[in-house]
């Protein structure tokens, strides 16, 4: 069974300051691919990064990274220099390649304060 | 390049209606899945559709139904609806096993 572990259901962070939200994943797949996706107020989900299982260095995307422990089964997503507009939902998902299916975290709420 | 499109954005009607709502997927994608989002029960899969043929269904009742046309176009339909389907409904377009783009949702009211 797959399955996605977000354990913050909201997060503060100072304008300027870097953010991690935590995610955490089980699946017996050897092989699967790891999602971020920012959600918000008006409902769009976003995609921010992309990690592959087999990728031997971490994502990054701009002021996103995501930082990829294999041997625990977490992809935090490290968002540096915050910005007011990254107060959003921030869901964490993966596909594990012998399925067609993506599994959904249940979010963390990210509020920016100025 | 044009994103996915969900049209009606708004909707409301009332216990016992049908609704279809439709999805049209990013050119040359030809995965489109469905996602219910709910405040209590987050994000749920519905299911996953590819060149015309369900792939992947999710635990939902029969009254969700969907399917997809040869242009990749998608349309999801609830029969005789109920209050506890009042969500956002979410589509999402994809080469195959890869990144997901969403679109903006289709906000479900029912009265």
């Known amino acids: 069974a797959q399955k996605i572990t977000q354990t913050q259901p909201g997060m503060f962070v100072q304008e300027k300051e870097a953010v991690t939200l935590d995610c955490t994943y089980d699946?017996?797949?050897?092989?699967?691919?790891l999602f971020w996706y920012k959600q918000p107020s008006s409902g769009e989900m976003i995609f921010l990064i992309y990690?592959?299982?087999?990728?031997?260095q971490n994502a990054t995307e701009g002021r996103y990274s995501l930082n990829f422990q294999k041997a625990r089964k977490s992809a935090n997503l490290v968002i540096s220099a915050s910005q007011l507009g990254d107060s959003a939902m921030y869901f964490c998902?993966?596909?594990?390649?012998?399925?067609?299916?993506?599994?959904f975290g249940t979010g963390t709420s990210l509020t920016v304060i100025p | 390049k044009a994103g996915v499109t969900q049209t009606p954005r708004y909707l409301i009607k009332t216990r016992g209606q049908q609704v279809t709502l439709s999805c049209s997927p990013i050119?040359?994608?030809?995965?489109v899945s469905w996602y219910q989002q709910t405040p209590g029960q987050g994000l749920q899969f519905l299911f996953e559709?590819?060149?015309?043929?369900?792939?992947n269904k999710g635990n939902f009742p029969g009254r969700f139904s969907g399917r997809q046309f040869s242009n990749s176009r998608s349309e999801m339909n609830v029969s005789t609806l109920e209050l506890g389907d009042s969500a956002l409904y979410l589509c999402?377009?994809?080469?195959?096993?890869?990144?997901?783009?969403f679109g903006p949702g289709t906000r479900l009211l029912v009265l």
């Open positions: 999402a377009s994809s080469r195959s096993e890869e990144t997901q783009y």
């Open positions: 699946t017996s797949d050897p092989s699967y691919g």
């Open positions: 990690q592959g299982s087999y990728d031997q």
């Open positions: 998902a993966m596909i594990p390649n012998t399925g067609n299916q993506f599994y």
């Open positions: 050119s040359g994608h030809r995965s």
């Open positions: 559709y590819f060149s015309e043929t369900q792939r």
